[in-house]
T-cell receptor
Framework: QQQVKQSPQSLIVQKGGIPIINCAYENTAFDYFPWYQQFPGKGPALLIAIRPDVSEKKEGRFTISFNKSAKQFSLHIMDSQPGDSATYFCAAKGALSGNTGKLIFGQGTTLQVKP | NAGVMQNPRHLVRRRGQEARLRCSPMKGHSHVYWYRQLPEEGLKFMVYLQKENIIDESGMPKERFSAEFPKEGPSILRIQQVVRGDSAAYFC?????????FGPGTRLTVT
């Protein structure tokens, strides 16, 4: 019930393409959904986050789409660039019993953007 | 503005030795989380601490693992009698609370 399922595991797109990464959750108590970007040998860095009271959020070339009824959310990267090649993680946290703010992560998606 | 600092960045231990991983949170942050990342997997929550208190250790293995966050100094994740399965990247994150900011991680290799 505390899982977050992420797909696809890996993704290859051409420069300028729009990769889409999907996540699904079961626990309706989750109320905060961040996306993290991780480069090899580095720690995850917060990219963008959304709460379930909105259906979409944009920050630069990154957009989160949120479907509360389906319990799914996705990351879209507009005009993707080779520098976007990284591993992307979705996560969730929320008002579970004894909420401590811990993040539940998806399995990760390795994105390669070809020049 | 220094971010979250972790040291060492790389640590090699033989089976049976102890590993100590240190995490200094961002300035002004008093909440620390530890996560473990196994190869080709996502991050798994281990423990959440505030100064001098363990708040949630539901993700910590019952044996050999311990964590502390003293009043002064960094948070420490301690692994006793390491085994090969402990080889992973260990990340800490700090918050105030709110957004969690991650450090660069410690990559532990057990030989």
């Amino acid at each position: 019930q505390q899982q977050v399922k992420q797909s696809p595991q890996s993704l290859i797109v051409q420069k300028g393409g729009i990769p889409i990464i999907n996540c699904a959750y079961e626990n309706t108590a989750f109320d905060y959904f961040p996306w993290y970007q991780q480069f090899p040998g580095k720690g995850p860095a917060l990219l963008i986050a959304i709460r379930p009271d909105v259906s979409e959020k944009k920050e630069g070339r990154f957009t989160i789409s949120f479907n509360k009824s389906a319990k799914q959310f996705s990351l879209h990267i507009m005009d993707s660039q080779p520098g976007d090649s990284a591993t992307y993680f979705c996560a969730a946290k929320g008002a579970l019993s004894g909420n401590t703010g811990k993040l539940i992560f998806g399995q990760g998606t390795t994105l390669q953007v070809k020049p | 503005n220094a971010g979250v600092m972790q040291n060492p960045r790389h640590l090699v231990r033989r089976r049976g030795q102890e590993a100590r991983l240190r995490c200094s949170p961002m300035k002004g942050h008093s909440h620390v989380y530890w996560y473990r990342q196994l190869p080709e997997e996502g991050l798994k929550f281990m423990v959440y601490l505030q100064k001098e208190n363990i708040i949630d250790e539901s993700g910590m293995p019952k044996e050999r693992f311990s964590a502390e966050f003293p009043k002064e100094g960094p948070s420490i994740l301690r692994i006793q009698q390491v085994v090969r399965g402990d080889s992973a990247a260990y990340f800490c994150a700090s918050s105030n609370p709110g957004e969690q900011y991650f450090g660069p991680g410690t990559r532990l290799t057990v030989t």
